[in-house]
């Protein structure tokens, strides 16, 4: 009966110390490969501190951690997906399921406590490998504390998010195999992702180098929508342009909303536009403005002649425009 009292008492809870437990004995292995890898940090802190000067050992200590930052994600990757499979692989056997289920607990203590002691080990790895390092640090003599809590917070953060990603592939699907051939379609998905959005944003670092050139004192890059940008940043600018990334119509519907009364937008076209710029005026009277002229130049350095296509704005435009780009492309003004 006392037996029978405890393990009731754990199907109302959130965590079962007997599932922890034997998870922890079951798949140490994981733990410690993982503690293993990570040990390089501070055997890389120790071996640099031997031939680096005392005066830079501070900063080639920071420096050293921040290059290992890269590596963090591919191991949170790697190991987070083989915890998730350890301590889910009863998922995929009818049998193990039957007899989890079995037990007198709920299956959100299942759940958690699972998920509590995957992610308390990787979270006591890291703080063992944390600490190991700061003790290194202060055998050799550099001090970089703030930079080991960093890299603390951000190996403990890519481990959760991968892990939970694992965990939900586990869930979806019935086979192990299948769960890190999913596992690797997500973040091949995410990898896509994140390169499209920093092929966004090297425009945008283009534009802060040119600023930073040119020693400009007050600009300001933005990376957003241009129609969501014209709502909210309505009749505030006196100049607008843009490159030739869309017909004559479209570029003024995104940047004319924008553009004080008397402002102007200067669009820059090709030489062959005179058919383009014609079809646009019916838009551009619409958008508040009119054709004021079209100047041709030659781009400094090359034999490339071009176009700039010069819009005044004569009145505010109505509050209807600029449309959802869905349908700016859809039907664009005539």
């Not at 586990?170 to 092929?199: D, I, K, R, Y």
Request: hydrophobic letters at 50%.
């Amino acid at each position: 009966m006392r037996w029978e009292g405890r393990t009731m008492r754990s199907g109302t809870s959130f965590f079962n110390k007997t599932l922890i437990r034997t998870d922890i004995r079951r798949y140490w292995p994981v733990l410690f490969a993982y503690t293993a890898v990570w040990m390089s940090l501070p055997l890389t802190q120790w071996s640099e501190a031997q031939y680096i000067g005392n005066g830079s050992r501070d900063y080639f200590a920071g420096d050293t951690i921040y290059e290992m930052m890269p590596a963090a994600i591919a191991i949170a990757l790697v190991f987070g997906c083989m915890m998730a499979m350890a301590v889910f692989s009863y998922l995929t056997n009818s049998r193990s399921v039957g007899l989890m289920h079995s037990l007198p607990v709920r299956r959100t203590t299942h759940f958690v406590s699972h998920v509590a002691s995957a992610l308390g080990m990787f979270v006591v790895a890291n703080v063992f490998v944390a600490l190991l390092t700061l003790l290194v640090q202060a055998l050799t003599g550099s001090t970089a504390p703030m930079d080991v809590l960093v890299w603390l917070a951000v190996s403990t953060m890519l481990d959760i998010i991968f892990f939970s990603m694992a965990v939900v592939c586990c869930m979806f699907t019935g086979w192990l195999l299948a769960v890190p051939v999913l596992f690797g379609a997500l973040n091949c998905f995410v990898w896509v992702v994140q390169m499209l959005l920093q092929s966004l944003g090297k425009r945008i670092r283009f534009l802060e180098e040119v600023c930073t050139a040119l020693e400009l004192t007050n600009p300001r890059c933005v990376h957003a929508r241009a129609e969501e940008f014209a709502r909210d940043h309505r009749e505030a600018f006196d100049l607008a342009t843009s490159r030739a990334v869309a017909s004559l119509p479209t570029l003024c519907e995104l940047t004319l909303p924008m553009v004080k009364v008397g402002g102007a937008f200067l669009a820059m076209k090709a030489l062959d536009s005179d058919e383009e710029i014609h079809s646009a005026k019916s838009a551009i009277a619409q958008l508040g403005g009119h054709l004021e002229e079209v100047r041709e130049y030659t781009i400094p350095g090359t034999d490339v002649r071009r176009r700039v296509v010069v819009i005044r704005k004569d009145k505010p435009t109505a509050h209807t425009f600029p449309r959802p780009f869905a349908r700016i492309k859809k039907s664009p003004l005539r």
